[in-house]
């Protein structure tokens, strides 16, 4: 009797860890997934379309963002563009997209080259 008593709780404790090991793979599954979304949120590669570029002019404390070739690069702690206006090209305004107009600066696309990255403008 005894030895037949010994072998229900064994298996009885079996039965239980076997469950609780269960919920545990489960539960990191849905872990993973929630870091993988944060990671894609701060990689700032926003979309705009150009009403939405508008909205970054660096007036009223906007940070000042401005496009070319579809690219959208933030301007705002570069000093020629303080207060979102290009003062050296009769005061441009940020928050456009200016690709036909750098064509045209004495210092063309080079000035971009060392420019934080925002994301891209909507076709
Ligand atoms: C995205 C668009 C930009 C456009 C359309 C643009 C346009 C122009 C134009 C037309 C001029 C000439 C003004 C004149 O000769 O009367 C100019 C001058 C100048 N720009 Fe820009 N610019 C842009 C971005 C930048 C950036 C990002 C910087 C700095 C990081 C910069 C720095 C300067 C400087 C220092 C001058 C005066 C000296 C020079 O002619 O090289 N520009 N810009």
């Known amino acids: 009797m005894k030895k037949l008593l010994m072998i229900l709780g064994s298996l009885g404790l079996v039965i239980l860890l076997a469950a609780c090991g ?5 539960d990191e599954g849905v872990e993973t ?33 401005v496009a070319v070739d579809g690219v959208v690069y933030d301007v705002t702690n570069v000093e020629q ?9 009769g005061g441009l305004v940020a928050g456009d997209d200016y690709t036909e107009e750098i064509e045209k600066a004495p210092h063309g696309t080079d000035v971009l080259e060392d420019l934080p990255i925002v994301g891209t403008l909507e076709e």
């Open 22 to 26: 269960g919920e545990e793979a489960t």
């Open 33 to 65: 997934e929630e870091v993988e979304t944060e990671e894609v949120e701060t990689e700032g590669d926003q979309v705009f379309t150009l009403e939405e570029l508008g909205e970054y002019d660096g007036q009223d404390g906007n940070d000042a963002y």
């Open 81 to 89: 563009w303080a207060g979102g206006e290009h003062a050296p090209a």
